[in-house]
Protein backbone atom coordinates (compact mmCIF):
# COMPACT_ATOMS: atom_id res chain seq x y z
CA UNK A 1 0.00 0.00 0.00
CA UNK A 2 2.82 2.19 0.79
CA UNK A 3 4.38 1.88 -2.81
CA UNK A 4 1.32 2.75 -4.62
CA UNK A 5 1.09 5.53 -2.09
CA UNK A 6 4.38 6.96 -3.03
CA UNK A 7 3.37 6.23 -6.60
CA UNK A 8 0.37 8.47 -6.37
CA UNK A 9 2.47 11.15 -4.87
CA UNK A 10 4.57 11.23 -7.68
CA UNK A 11 2.48 11.26 -10.27
CA UNK A 12 0.81 14.42 -8.88
CA UNK A 13 4.41 16.25 -8.77
CA UNK A 14 4.89 15.08 -12.40
CA UNK A 15 1.36 16.34 -13.12
CA UNK A 16 1.91 19.67 -10.85
CA UNK A 17 5.75 20.19 -12.92
CA UNK A 18 3.68 19.60 -16.30
CA UNK A 19 0.74 22.14 -15.09
CA UNK A 20 3.24 24.31 -14.56
CA UNK A 21 5.21 23.81 -17.42
CA UNK A 22 2.30 24.11 -20.31
CA UNK A 23 0.38 26.87 -18.39
CA UNK A 24 1.29 29.39 -20.85
CA UNK A 25 -0.14 27.18 -24.55
CA UNK A 26 2.40 29.41 -26.90
CA UNK A 27 5.68 28.98 -24.58
CA UNK A 28 4.88 25.52 -24.51
CA UNK A 29 4.79 25.24 -28.17
CA UNK A 30 7.57 27.24 -28.75
CA UNK A 31 5.70 30.00 -30.39
CA UNK A 32 8.35 32.95 -28.82
CA UNK A 33 11.05 31.24 -30.60
CA UNK A 34 9.31 30.43 -33.73
CA UNK A 35 8.25 34.31 -33.93
CA UNK A 36 12.03 35.14 -33.11
CA UNK A 37 12.98 33.24 -35.96
CA UNK A 38 10.73 34.22 -38.41
CA UNK A 39 12.04 38.35 -37.15
CA UNK A 40 15.19 37.61 -37.92
CA UNK A 41 14.38 35.89 -41.56
CA UNK A 42 11.89 38.68 -42.43
CA UNK A 43 14.85 41.19 -41.45
CA UNK A 44 17.65 39.25 -43.74
CA UNK A 45 15.38 38.75 -46.29
CA UNK A 46 13.97 42.42 -45.90
CA UNK A 47 17.76 43.73 -46.02
CA UNK A 48 18.85 41.43 -48.96
CA UNK A 49 15.59 42.73 -51.50
CA UNK A 50 16.94 46.17 -50.56
CA UNK A 51 20.29 45.43 -51.31
CA UNK A 52 19.11 43.52 -54.82
CA UNK A 53 16.70 46.88 -55.30
CA UNK A 54 20.09 49.06 -54.95
CA UNK A 55 22.06 47.41 -57.54
CA UNK A 56 19.53 47.01 -60.03
CA UNK A 57 19.49 51.37 -60.06
CA UNK A 58 22.96 51.11 -60.12
CA UNK A 59 22.70 48.85 -62.91
CA UNK A 60 20.18 51.01 -64.88
CA UNK A 61 21.73 54.27 -64.06
CA UNK A 62 18.79 55.54 -61.63
CA UNK A 63 21.24 55.09 -58.45
CA UNK A 64 23.36 58.33 -59.64
CA UNK A 65 20.43 60.28 -59.49
CA UNK A 66 19.64 59.79 -56.26
Known amino acids: MD ?3 E ?3 AV ?3 RS ?5 TADGAA ?3 LPAAV ?3 QRMRQ ?3 AELGAVAAVLDEL ?7
Not at 60 to 66: C, E, T
Open 3 to 5: DTR
Open 7 to 9: LAE
Open 12 to 14: RRI
Open 17 to 21: AWEAA
Open 28 to 30: ACG
Open 36 to 38: GAF
Open 44 to 46: AWS
Open 60 to 66: SGAGSDQ
